[in-house]
């Protein structure tokens, strides 16, 4: 699959975007080994300063980031939960112990927030990885994003940035949109408070969320039901390669976020527990 956008900024600039169809992930296998064969058989190569988008959930396959709910106890929170939201009580356990916050839910869903994201069921799916498992995101996924841009270089000599990429939900809006849950190389936000908007008004508080915007290019070509396109090149996208990118600068925290301030949610306190 192949999709190009055209921006236009200073200059006309393409963005090329190449989905990677692997096939299955299983546990034990070797994420950029598959994601390098696939390509050779596409004719693409790296080049410096492309961009590797890669499913978290292919990533926690490999690893065996897996949890049998059939070997789960859910507590009595879990039950109380699941009746709610009409969610298994052993799948409500895991997202339970996942998540660092849960603020409630709807049917079928958990508002939660995991190592300072905000998600839905604390990044724990039981979508494409077989009946009566669920999903857990990767335990480090900045060590993986790193390892994969590392692993990148000793096997093609190129400079790359990676993203790993989840679905997300945006408020008072239907379906999935990509999440940047890890980055490594590049940075995955740009500062543009100070610079000047069309009409010469210096911009105050507008930042660009890079890395979350290649994310959303890759989901798109991903997609959510049964294509096997685990990975995504994305070439000519707007980065500056670095090794010392901040990668924490794409997190706020939760006393500076609209959502949160306007909810009365300051920052972390008791679960609630209760919907």
Known sequence: MTLE???????????????????LIAPGDDVLDAILGAMGELGLEFRDGDVLAVATKAISMAM??????????????ARELAEATSLEPEFV??????A???????ERALLTV????????AGVDHKNVGIGRAALWPPDPQAVADGIRMGALERTGR????????????PLRRGTIGLAVATSGFEPVEDCRGRRDIYGRPLRITWMALADDLACAAHLAMGETDRLIPAVLIRGAPIRLGESADRGSAKIPPEDCVFMRALGIRGPGPRPGRL
């Open 93 to 98: 356990e895991v997202v339970l112990r996942e």
């Open 5 to 23: 956008l055209v921006i236009l900024e200073e200059a006309v600039a393409t963005i090329e975007i190449y989905g990677i169809e692997t096939g």
């Open 114 to 121: 995991k190592s300072g994201i905000m998600a839905v069921n």
């Open 64 to 77: 065996g980031a897996l949890v049998e709910l059939g070997d789960v106890e859910p507590s009595d929170e």
């Open 100 to 106: 660092d916050e849960v603020y409630g839910g709807v």
């Open 159 to 170: 400079r790359i940035g990676v993203v790993l990429v989840d679905s997300r939900i945006t």
